[in-house]
């Protein structure tokens, strides 16, 4: 499995690209004590002010693409490919990405028990997200994580089983 989030902490970290074209945007006040990328100051700036968002995306969703296809392709590659392989795509619909895969899985939980799993702050984020139902809609799969880590872990090996020649 490839995580689109894991993709964008390595470009934050190691793209040295994607480092310059943040303090150039930012300024140098993004990169932290020691060294890093300063991704709470980052989100601080860009979840409120839509442009500066706009920005970063245009900036790593290509990357992302980009690394997460490439995956992919050396996967294909291997003498014995997998059958299956999975990415985990956050903002799929809203980015259009969904074209880029055979099947799509969605899994949703509750807004009350997403906020109960997290530490990311409530923002206007939200609002630019398509709503749990019509990703479910859209989806091949669907599954609402509201129950025992048993229960999503039957789901997920219910989807393996299905897709799997």
């Known amino acids: 499995m490839v995580s ?6 390595a470009l934050l970290r190691e793209d040295e690209d994607v480092r310059a074209a ?34 970063l995306e245009a900036l790593l969703h290509p990357r992302v693409i980009q690394e997460y296809t490439a995956w992919r392709e050396q996967l294909a590659k291997r003498e ?35 906020s109960e799993r997290t530490h990311v702050r409530e923002d206007d984020r939200a ?18 994580n509201d129950g025992t880590l048993a229960e999503l872990d039957a789901f997920v090996a219910d989807v393996v089983a299905r897709l799997s020649p």
Not at 4 to 9: A, K, L, P, Q
Not at 88 to 103: A, I, N
């Open 22 to 55: 943040l303090v150039e945007r930012f300024g140098p006040q993004i990169i932290d004590a020691n060294g890093e990328v300063d991704r709470a100051a980052i989100a601080e700036t860009v979840f409120n002010d839509r442009d500066a968002l706009d920005w």
């Open 4 to 9: 689109s989030d894991d993709i964008v902490h």
């Open 80 to 114: 014995h490919p997998p059958a299956l392989s999975v990415t985990e795509v956050p903002l799929l619909y809203e980015s259009g990405g969904e074209t880029r895969f055979d099947y799509v899985v969605v899994i949703t939980a509750p807004a009350d028990l997403r």
């Open 127 to 144: 609002q630019r997200l398509i709503p749990d139902a019509e990703k479910v809609e859209r989806a091949d799969f669907a599954y609402v």
